[in-house]
């Protein structure tokens, strides 16, 4: 199987400045290798620049630390994430005008008919198959807690104004816990996987998502995803990565 792969990013209605970064690993539409094709997507947090200088040298040390790897492919992935955590890290402390900047960060890595991903914060990976949506990343924040313990409903939480507090980010903390699986089924041609960040997943519905990644195009498809976010009022940043595999 092939993937065909498609991205936009976009500030939305409310920033002034785009924190999003995202990545598609080997690039320019290299033929991807024994390690796969790697798609990463980041949302940084911070003031001032803090938070697109984080997110963007999370996506450079997952892409640079994979790509140099040679070792179990899972293994990989969730270590990627950890040296990102390290760089971004480090970089606070050697620059203290950025303290406490952190990101979210998403990854994913397919490979014939073997998906595996990584994950930190609150952007999400999807995995849309037939119409139908399953979310493969568990979001890493104050309202996915609140709704696991049942002290909210999952409407609830779309609504609640601690929905953007997350617990556990890329580069806050010296280190940091990696969720990291694979795939517990093959994937088959006509999927199509999924990263975005809460811009697009806060304001868009997961069937809505659905409906939209698994259209014929998926070029299209990212500009109507953003469309449809900035049509419910853009309040952040937005960011999707989509590849379906083709045969």
Known sequence: MTVRVASASDTGLRRSQNEDRFAIWPPDGAAPGARGLLLVVADGMGGAEAGEIASQLAVETVVRSYGDAAGSLLADLRQALVDANHAVHDYSRRNPELRGMGTTCTALVVRDADLWFAHVGDSRAYLVRAGAIRQLTQDHSLVAQLVEHRHITPEQAKVDPRRNVVTRSVGVGPEVEVDAAALDEPLRVGDTVVICSD????LVEDGEIAALAGGADPDRACRELISLANER???DNITVVL?????
């Open 243 to 247: 590849g379906r595999l083709e045969g």
């Open 233 to 235: 009022g853009g309040i």
């Open 199 to 202: 811009g697009l997943h806060g």
